[in-house]
Every structure is written in structure tokens, then in C-alpha cells.
């Protein structure tokens, strides 16, 4: 498919119908529009103490939470939160507080703070990692490993073999270390080359889709060879960003256009999708009310209904800027799996809370209990996560 606008029957398709129609079905008693707020808390019947636990479990397997140390004890609250089921952990080179190396020191150091925390999982631990190449790379020469090309670099390029060359590096590290899931590729189409987030970052393959998706193929088969999951990101699309979403409220309402789902609709049709990141961005051309991650407009409607995408989609950091300007966490957790995210990632990055999954299980389990979220839509996220998981 050539750049331009989606297909009408793509975004008509009555496959999409479907889909949406299932998913409200099950989460009858707690759908909202894409312009409500959550409802007020309904009586439900008491939980037996091991019902809630096993909800627990559940909810906490649904998280990804980023922690501060280059190595860990059994009386870190990180491993005591993996024994009790935590889904996954997210790595960082550098602390954004602190300004000090966080996970990262050296490829033996990482490698052992990996394995420990694995071990200390009783189920198969995401460890992950935002490595996309360039400036956008955990692993680096400031911590021994190689250096590496940035996407917009690759896309330059535009060589099949020399981009699956470029891959074979990034995953090499990936998988000495133990990573399992990268957020990577960016398939953003790079429509505006000064965008703080995309642009000038070198993290775009192209503002050309065919580029993209060739580049992007490539990247994701080399991972699928290596037994690593990938991300497409930033659904649905923030190549045109002004702003971080990371830092500040990011609105593409005027800027966006529909040739930015392509990369996305046609790497889902060839079966080159592990999973989807949802952007914290504004897009009211979309949905005049939320954020696109927090939206049931994109993810529910557009992504799984109108692209067909029936795997886990993934959240960016719940704790941005742009959420936690406007969402307290409480409710942005809410809106975020009515919309129907399935992996919450909180990279304890812009503000550090060791007590943030305890807050979450909180929040999750008095949405079930209250009636305002139901356990089937839980369980329905636990089965498409579970997809992400490395293989024993």
C-alpha cells in the first residue's frame, strides 16, 4: 500500500463491529463512551480473601514497573512484589532524579540483576527495555555495550540486509542481558522533522510509510528469531508531536492525518505485531474528550475493531506528564482498562513510588469489587499478556 489515506473499507469494515461488540458484551455492566467518566461505585457481593488474592495476582501480572538499583536483595520491595506476581520490570540506563545510573552499569552487571530478578518470579518475568537504536538506547557505550544507528539513520539507508544487520545488533544485546520484550520499532511516520519527541530524536525510519514498514519488518523479524517480543509505537501515531508526552500535554489534533495508522494497519494484516503501544496524545480528530491510550474511541473502536488487532496493547508510562497533569492515577488506571489496554507500564521515572503497585492492586481490585470493572475484562487482558510472555 502506497502513503495516503486508510482504505473506506478498512475503517468501515464490519469485522471491526464485531469486535467491538464482543468486547462491550463482556464488560456489559462497565462501558463507558469515550466522553464519560467513570461511574459512581455500585454494591456488588463480598469476596472470599482468596478470591481477592487471585484477583491480585491477576491485576499485578497486567503491570510493568520500573525500580531503582543495579542490583537487588530478597528485601527489595521489587522482588517482593515479583514473588507476589508481578508481570514485568522495565529497565533504565539513567535515572531522570537522580541523574545517576539506574539498572544499568555494565553487560555483567545488568546480566546478574536480571537473573535474579527472574528467579525470584514464580511465573515467566517481562523484563523489559526501550531499546530503538541511537539516542533512544538503554544499552550504550556508556555502559559497555555497542554503539548503535537510530531508526532515522536505517530508514536513510533503506537496505533490507544492512537493516537487518543493524537489528541483529540491537538484539544481540538484548538477549545477552535477558531482555524479553523491546518497545521498539517507532513506527511513527517522521511528518514533522522538529518534533522534540520523534523528529529531532533520529527516531523515525521515515516520513514514507513503504520505508517504514520495510524497515520496520525487518527489525521485528530479527527479534521474532531471538525469541524477543516487540511494541509498535505510538499508536495512533505521533510523528506530527510538538511535544513529549513524557514532559507535557501533547496535542496533534491539527497535525495528524490518517496515513499514520498505514504503518500500523499493515504490519498487523502481515502478522508482524507482538503488540501495540498506545500514545498519551491529544487527537480530538479521533476523540474530543481523552487521550488516545485512555480512549475506548482508538483503542477499542479504531485499533481492535477498524485494524483488526487482537493482541495486547500496550500502555506508555501511566506516570507522563501528560496523564498525571490531568488524571489522578486512580482514575487514569480506570480509563485506561475500559478502553482497553492490557499491560500498564509505570516507569517510576518522572515521580518514584515504591508503594505503586500496592496503590494499583488497590485501585483495580475496588473497580471489581464496587462493580464498576468486571473480572472477565481482567481475565481477558491476563490471556492476551500472557501472549507476551517468554517461553520456559
Known sequence: MTSGALPRRLLLAAAGSTAVAALTACESSTATSSGSRPTAPSTSSPRSPRDEADLRRKVASLLVVGFRGDWVDRNDWIIKAIRNGLGGVILFDQDLETRSARNIRSPGQVTA?????????????IVSIDQEGGRTSRLNPSNGFPVTRSEAEVGAMDSPPATRDWAQGL????TEIGVNLNYAPVVDLNTNPESRAIGRLGRSFSADPDVVVRNASEEIQVHRAAGVKTSLKHFPGSGS????????VVDVSSTWKRSELEPFQRLIQAGLTDS????????????????ASLSPTVVTDLLRGQLGWRGPVVSDDMQAVAITR???SA???????????????????QEYDPDIVDKTLDTVVGLV??????????DQSVARVDALRPKR
Not at 241 to 248: H, I, L, S, V
Not at 331 to 349: M, S
Not at 369 to 378: D, F, H, K, M, N
Open 171 to 174: 538484539v544481540a544485546s538484548l
Open 369 to 378: 469489587r464496587s462493580g464498576q470493572l468486571t473480572e472477565a475484562r481482567i
Open 241 to 248: 508531536a510538538a511535544g513529549n508526552t513524557d514532559f507535557e
Open 276 to 291: 501495540v503501544m498506545a500514545a498519551h496524545v491529544l487527537n480530538s480528530q479521533l476523540d474530543p474528550t481523552y487521550p
Open 326 to 328: 490531568r488524571y489522578g
Open 113 to 125: 540483576l536480571v537473573k535474579t530478578l527472574k528467579e525470584s518470579s514464580p511465573g515467566r518475568l
Open 331 to 349: 482514575e487514569a488506571v480506570a480509563l485506561a482498562l475500559r478502553a482497553g489496554l492490557d499491560l500498564l507500564v509505570f516507569a517510576n521515572q
